[in-house]
């Protein structure tokens, strides 16, 4: 092995190896993958001299400590957490550098729940179709980290950004508010449902993962029963299975579903989603679709 | 994939719905209508006269076009175009080894009012094809069972079904890639490996791949199913 790799010390709750995951498959049934909170991810690569398609890890609540084997620069971003490199305080957000066997700690989140590691170099995990992303829900790409394991670093692509700190962008908010686009199965609920979802008072449930967010609250009311067909599910879509419990679909999400979708987020809010941690209030925001699109 | 050279050319009827500000979802008639509309994208994305589009996700009665810059313009456009019917696959038939072992082979065969030997001859002697993919890597959902040997799924869906089985429910057979929960009626048992990334192309069935189920006897094969990861 070689000597740019890490050894994970403490791999925390749950943190994977992310990049911009794989898109332009989801017809053979594979998910996007990738960084949940995209915005963080680019931002950390950015920080330490790397294209924003190098991999990272994404830590969730805990946060992840490990030894690194070689000199490098690292920056944590997303959620705000403390940052110790050998046990000494370093700065969250700014590209830090790091000497050979240094250990590098993320500690719990204060706020949100997921920050992102950026290594010099990118995670140089075996990439599957084109991406490092580690995909949940199928298995593809590397597996989430554990304690003991190693993991090879790239060579290192420039000089990190010439910053001290960046401004803290993106913090969870009190209340997770998310515009939704009402559509393609909007006409599968009564008038009543389509005013819940506008009105009614959700909670980020703690059942959430990479693949949905799930809500609490009240049900939506459904005009039609049964199945409907499998059909293709965008990032972002809001299904309602029968419980009538909005589920937003994040990157891990399955590419064809058979629960009626009722909106779907604009992808641009799906970080702030990520970021919710459970029992955060939520608020949708439902509009009509831009382009009529009904023929 | 089928050319369309020389078919007649028809107005499909469709009807695009809104799918957020960069999608659209495009309701046909029926499976045949889809198959003739994917490929009509196919060709059209290959020609370079489809607007720039992330992704191209065909499914039971509908196609989702995902990451265009004007979702409206296209679904003006749409209604006036002049589809040729679908073709049959121009690849030869992949051939999938059968062990026809599946816990529910009885119950399906009470179903189609049969025995279970019947059940293996028809399910052998059909030619699929992959109407659709999702649901995991590597999952076909495949069209060719008359109306009358279409089933439903379990009451109960089993929590484990394992790696290789092949199943039915409603109008579909598929192979299942990996170990998962699932409500599919399980007539059999496959080593056929559908889906492997460091394989070109990593899955073995995509859209239009036509497939025939060979049966075997457990006798002559005797790789047990592999476990999923």
Redesign the interface.
């Known amino acids: 092995m070689t000597d740019r790799a890490f050894c994970v010390l403490r791999a925390g709750a749950l943190t994977t190896v992310q990049d911009l995951g794989r898109a332009g498959h989801a017809h053979l049934g594979v998910p996007r993958a990738g960084a949940l909170d995209e915005p963080a991810h680019r931002l950390a690569n950015r920080l330490v001299g790397n294209p924003e398609t190098a991999a990272t890890l994404e830590t969730t609540l805990t946060g992840c400590a490990v030894r690194v084997r070689t000199a490098t620069v690292v920056a944590v971003t997303g959620a705000p957490c403390p940052v110790t490199v050998d046990g000494r305080p370093a700065p969250w957000g700014a590209p830090v550098p790091v000497p050979a066997g240094a250990v590098i700690d993320a500690g719990p989140a204060t706020a949100g729940l997921r920050s992102y590691l950026a290594f010099a170099g990118g995670v140089a995990a075996e990439p599957v179709l084109g991406s490092r992303a580690a995909d949940l829900l199928s298995g593809l790409g590397p597996a989430p980290l554990s304690d003991g394991g190693v993991l090879p670093l790239g060579d290192p692509y420039g000089p990190p950004a010439r910053v001290d700190a960046v401004v803290r962008a993106g913090l969870p908010a009190a209340e997770l508010v998310l515009p939704c686009v009402l559509g393609p199965r909007d006409d599968w609920f009564t008038e009543a449902g389509l005013r819940t979802l506008a009105t009614g008072r959700f909670r980020v449930s703690s059942a959430s993962n990479r693949i949905g967010l799930r809500t609490e609250g009240p049900p939506l009311e459904r005009r039609k029963d049964g199945e409907l067909p499998s059909e293709g599910m965008p990032l972002g879509a809001l299904q309602v299975p029968p419980d009538g419990l909005p589920v937003l679909f994040l990157n891990d999400h399955p590419t064809t579903g058979g629960y009626p979708v009722v909106g779907v987020v604009p992808e641009r809010f799906l970080a702030a989603a990520a970021q919710a941690v459970p029992g955060t209030p939520v608020r949708f925001v439902p509009r009509p679709a831009r382009s009529s699109g009904r023929g | 994939m089928s050319t369309g050279n020389g078919a007649a050319r028809t107005r499909l009827p469709?009807?695009?719905?809104?799918?957020?500000?960069h999608?659209?979802?495009v309701e046909l008639d029926d499976a045949a209508a889809v198959e003739a509309f994917h490929a009509e994208l196919l060709r059209r994305a290959a020609a370079g006269t489809l607007p720039a589009v992330?992704?191209?996700?065909?499914?039971?009665?509908?196609?989702?076009l995902?990451?265009l810059a004007?979702?409206?313009?296209l679904?003006?456009e749409?209604?006036g175009w002049d589809v040729p019917p679908a073709t049959a696959d121009d690849r030869p038939a992949v051939e999938i080894p059968v062990r026809y072992d599946g816990p529910d082979l009885a119950d399906v065969a009470a179903l189609w009012d049969t025995t279970p030997e019947d059940v293996v001859r028809i399910h052998s002697g059909t030619e699929f094809h992959v109407a659709?993919?999702?649901?995991?890597?590597?999952?076909g959902?495949l069209t060719g069972l008359p109306e009358r040997h279409h089933v439903p799924r379990r009451a109960t869906p089993r929590t484990r079904v394992p790696v290789g089985s092949v199943a039915l429910a409603g109008p579909y057979t598929g192979v299942y890639p990996?170990s998962s929960p699932g409500g599919w009626q399980l007539i059999g048992t496959s080593d056929v490996e559908l889906w492997n990334?460091d394989r070109e192309p990593?899955?073995l069935l995509?859209?239009g791949t036509r497939v025939r189920f060979i049966p075997v006897t457990t006798e002559t094969s005797a790789a047990s199913p592999r476990e999923?990861?």
Do not use: N, Q
């Open positions: 469709l009807r695009p719905l809104p799918v957020g500000d999608g659209l979802l992330r992704e191209i996700v065909p499914a039971a009665r509908t196609v989702l995902d990451g004007d979702p409206g313009r679904a003006a749409l209604p659709f993919c999702g649901f995991a890597p590597g999952f959902y990996r990334p990593a899955a995509s859209p999923a990861r």
